[in-house]
Structures are given as C-alpha cells and as structure tokens.
C-alpha cells in the first residue's frame, strides 16, 4: 500500500470513525482502523462488533493499493501533532508502514487485513426509511437521556422508532418517566418498528454534520444501517418487544396547568435544593392560578418554598415527583410554555407544549408521582 494525503483529511475520516474503537476487546485486532484502498478512495473502518463505523477519505494520489489494519492510537496521536501538509504512507515490511511529512517520518507496526472480523450489513428483507438529518438529531437528543440501564429489561435500554404511513415516534423510558418525540417528516411504507440501544444512539446523533440533509436507516431483525455523506454506521438492535407505550399516555386529565418552561424549571432546581438527597421529592400544592412548590429534608433541618404565577384550572390538588426526572423533562424541552396536565395524586401526568407552540415543539412527556 502507498498513497499520498492531506493529514488533516485523513484525521477528520478516522476522527469521524473512531467512535467505534474499544477502549478494550477481547478481540485485539478490533483495537485498529481498517484501512482499505481502492483507487484514489481511502475507506477507514472502525468497529467493537456491536457497532461499526465507516467512512470514505479520497487521497491525493495512489502508488499501491492494498489493505492493512492500523493501530488506532498511534495514528490518532500522530496526525493529532502534526499541523496540516501533505503526507506519504506506504508499507515498508509484511508488519510495518512508513508515514512521511515534510521535515521527518515515522516508522509504525499495522497487522493483517484478513485478521479483521467481516461486518455484516442487513439481509435481503430489510426496510429502509429516510430521515431529514436535523429530525434523527433533534429525536434521539429529546429522547436518549430517558432511556434505562436495566439488565432484566433491555428492550428498555434503548430509544423505540415506531413509524407508519402518517408519521414516526420516537420512545425512551425508564419506568419513571416516559418520552415520545413525534414528526410527520419521516413516513414509512407500512407499520415499522425497531429499538436502537442508546449507546450508537449516541454516537449517531454526534458524528452527522451541520452539512448532512437526510439519513437512509435500512434494518432487519437485527441489525440497521445509517447512511450519511460518505459515512456508513452498521449496529446491532435491541431484540424484544417493546411496552405498549401508547395505553400509559394520560387521554382526559382535567386538572390543567399552563406555566413558562424556564420559570418553572429554575424554580424546581432552586426548591429541590433542600429536598432530601436520597428521594430528591418535591411538593406541588396546586389551586385556582396558583403553583407553590416545597421539599424538606428532616433529618438536616431543611426547608424550601417557593410560590409561582401561572395558570391553573381544576381541582385542588397536591402530589409530588422526584425533581430530577421533572428537571430531565423540562431541560429537554425548547418551548417557552408548557402545560402539565394532572387526574388525581397517584397517576401519571402528562407534559406537552402549550398549544400554540404544538406545531414546532414534538415533545411530550409522561411522568409518574410520588408518595408524599
């Protein structure tokens, strides 16, 4: 293999895929990139099994094509230091290649192609639905930080793309709190479904650019497929069957609140600040335009109340949550006012936007009280 490069291209297409990279595998050769050359296009792979990435770098000029894996840390570090100029790498043994810049060279160790495990895509029935790049980002950052770390549960670890004719919803939950994201911007052939752990979830929305417009997702049973730009990310899905999440959503809460987002959310964390550490409860008393909010920790002798303008219409009513899941909830939200809707102290309530900001805001949440 030799080939010519700019070093700072060759870093943004390992950047790009280094995601992928175990910080430990049984498998030792998973520690490398996969470099493979075809022509004047350099495919860098990146992969820990689970999840795999790869993207395309086109090199300047090609003196050899050929296959190598290279140690991920090394070149990381090497191109990390260098300042951006052409540079020369080709083999120059049956274990080692020779990276060259302008003023001194470095002698590095790769490994056998052939010792790198094959990355299966999906099979022959896979789907596959378009995503506007900005929707996929904006969905799984409104949902990911919802999902669980529950062992007996996976299915729960991870976010839940429902999607049909009309529209695509996307779920996470923990148990405690429950999140749907809804568009009608991504449309699918028929009932669709498939659960993306949170982990590549992560990686996913981190590596699609500003300059990325849409996202081709194909999936089977097992495994989806991103494409985007000169990017693929291959993972494997979470396999099971997922809550009926529609039947715990509240239908006819009659006790409704309409209060600003970042007012009620600075006043939860000002409050919650004397809650006791181990419950983290907060305490609504609800009446006619009328919110307070109190926590109290007995065993240190703290108290906090804070009374908040709004608008409220229904019954009295005092409930509590954990003010950490409230404070998830509304921090992940972008409108200016919500409203949180109530039936009685011991069931779910319901937040959504305030209606005139419905149309932009796709979020809605559950969450569930506590004993007070």
């Known amino acids: 293999m030799e080939f010519k490069v700019s070093s700072q291209e060759l870093l943004k297409?390992?950047?790009?895929?280094?995601?992928?990279?175990?910080?430990?595998?049984?498998?030792?050769?998973?520690?490398?990139?996969?470099?493979?050359?075809?022509?004047n296009i350099l495919e860098i792979t990146a992969s820990d099994t689970e999840l795999t990435l790869r993207t395309d770098v086109e090199v300047d000029s090609t003196a050899e094509e050929g296959r190598m894996a290279v140690p991920a840390r090394h070149i990381i570090d090497l191109l990390k230091a260098l300042p951006d100029q052409p540079i020369a790498i080709k083999t120059v043994s049956d274990s080692s290649f020779e990276c060259r810049w302008s003023s001194g060279n470095s002698v590095l160790p790769y490994f056998p192609a052939e010792d790198y495990p094959e990355i299966k895509g999906t099979g022959e029935d896979a789907q596959t639905v378009v995503f506007p790049a900005q929707t996929l980002v904006d969905g799984i950052n409104g949902t990911v930080y919802a999902t669980a770390d529950d062992e007996m549960r996976p299915v729960m670890n991870g976010i839940?793309?429902?999607?049909?004719?009309?529209?695509?919803?996307?779920?996470?939950?923990d148990s405690h709190k429950l999140i749907c994201y809804t568009t009608d911007d991504v449309k699918s052939p028929g009932k669709l479904s498939f659960i993306l752990h949170?982990?590549?979830?992560?990686?996913?929305?981190?590596?699609?650019?500003?300059?990325?417009?849409?996202?081709?997702?194909?999936?089977?049973?097992?495994?989806?497929?991103?494409?985007?730009?000169?990017?693929?990310?291959?993972?494997?899905?979470?396999?099971?069957?997922?809550?009926?999440?529609?039947?715990?959503?509240?239908?006819?809460?009659?006790?409704?609140?309409?209060?600003?987002?970042?007012?009620?959310?600075n006043t939860i964390r000002r409050v919650a600040v004397c809650a006791n550490k181990a419950s983290n409860h907060v305490k609504f008393d609800l009446k006619p335009d009328q919110l307070e909010i109190t926590s109290q920790d007995l065993g240190f002798a703290t108290t906090a109340y804070e009374k908040v303008n709004c608008e409220y219409s229904g019954a009295d009513l005092t409930i509590g949550f954990k003010s950490p899941f409230l404070v998830d909830i509304l921090s992940n939200m972008t409108c200016e006012n919500l409203v949180m809707k109530f039936a009685d102290p011991r069931r779910a309530a319901l937040i959504v936007p305030a209606e005139e900001e419905a149309e932009n805001e796709k979020i809605c949440g559950i969450i569930m009280p506590v004993a007070i």
């Open 13 to 39: 297409g390992i950047s790009d895929v280094s995601k992928a990279i175990p910080s430990k595998s049984a498998l030792p050769i998973l520690e490398n990139f996969l470099f493979v050359l075809n022509g």
């Open 160 to 173: 839940y793309f429902d999607m049909d004719a009309d529209s695509t919803t996307l779920v996470a939950s």
């Open 198 to 265: 949170k982990k590549p979830a992560s990686v996913l929305k981190s590596i699609i650019g500003k300059d990325i417009d849409e996202v081709e997702v194909s999936f089977d049973s097992t495994t989806v497929i991103f494409k985007f730009g000169s990017t693929l990310m291959v993972c494997r899905l979470i396999v099971g069957k997922y809550p009926k999440y529609r039947d715990v959503i509240p239908q006819n809460n009659a006790n409704i609140l309409k209060i600003g987002r970042v007012q009620f959310l």
